[in-house]
């Protein structure tokens, strides 16, 4: 009886130490990576790329769809401000709603048609709303189409391979029945690096939902060519002196750490004119 509970103690004591090695253990990672070594900050003084006043009137002579949600919204903003600062006539800027019927257009002119599309956390009834959107007309009316997936639809319990497979479907569909509309794939948004103990522990516990991201984005990059690339990830994650980060970089960062402040508005904005561009006829 004696030997018993003391086996009993011995086993009760094991678990003790036990679960107080696993608390220090992630205690110290969290430590290592909340005082550890930060990433480079951005330089304060970045200041939006320079995009000319030509490629701004070829852009605006494009008819472009795009199905998105807040980071959507961030970019559209940031032509706004190019077009602005530039004092270049901007595009015509044409809100839609899926089922719509197709806007009516001026002839001969280019147009931003945009709409919010689904709903946050549902990429398949995202891609099913774009596809919808497409079928209804508009794949006659403009010029260039993209669907933006968010950082809300994509996280460390996604399914990533599903959603590509359901992605690339989806455009590989419509690319085949909609020859003559040119299909840009984008990358899904990247949010900023946890800044707390309680959002390194999150990231510990649930798993990093920027890798999942990148999981993703690796598959658009290596399925479509980079004429018909849009990298928002990539743009989000290089600070203004060049250095790639795997998160949002800070100088980018509206104050929710996970929406585009001004500058990275215009940014992002900057690089989605240079693939319109690029893609506008000679």
């Known amino acids: 009886m004696l030997r018993e509970r003391r086996g009993t103690r011995a086993r009760a004591v094991g678990r003790v130490l036990l679960g107080a090695a696993v608390v220090l253990a992630v205690g110290a990672v969290v430590l290592v990576r909340f005082w550890g070594p930060r990433e480079p900050e951005p330089s304060p003084d970045a200041v939006t790329p320079a995009v000319t006043p030509a490629e701004l009137g070829a852009a605006a002579g494009q008819r472009v769809f795009i199905g998105h949600m807040s980071i959507g919204w961030n970019m559209l903003d940031g032509l706004q401000r190019l077009y602005a600062d530039a004092d270049v006539p901007e595009a015509e800027v044409v809100q839609v709603s899926v089922g719509d019927p197709p806007p009516d257009l001026p002839e001969g002119q280019g147009a931003v048609v945009h709409t919010e599309i689904g709903v946050n956390g549902d990429p398949l009834g995202k891609l099913a709303n774009f596809d919808t959107a497409m079928r209804s007309g508009l ?34 569909g419509l690319q085949r029945d909609f020859p003559d509309v040119r299909f840009v794939h984008a990358t899904v948004p990247l949010t900023a690096a946890p800044s707390g103990i309680k959002q390194h522990l999150k990231v510990l516990l649930r798993g990093d939902d920027n890798a999942a991201r990148e999981q993703f984005n690796d598959l658009v990059r290596e399925a479509y060519a980079d004429d018909d690339l849009f990298d928002i990830a990539a ?8 250095t790639r980060l795997a998160t949002l970089a800070p100088g980018w960062a509206d104050a929710d750490r996970e929406h585009l402040n001004a500058t990275g508005s215009a940014v992002l904005a900057a690089r989605f004119l240079d693939l319109l561009t690029q893609g506008a006829p000679a």
């Open 139 to 172: 794949a006659d009316e403009v010029d260039v189409a993209m669907v933006k997936l968010c950082f809300t639809d994509v996280t460390a319990r996604t399914d990533v391979e599903q959603v590509f497979a359901a992605y690339q479907e989806t455009l590989d």
């Open 235 to 242: 743009v989000e994650s290089t600070t203004a002196d060049g």
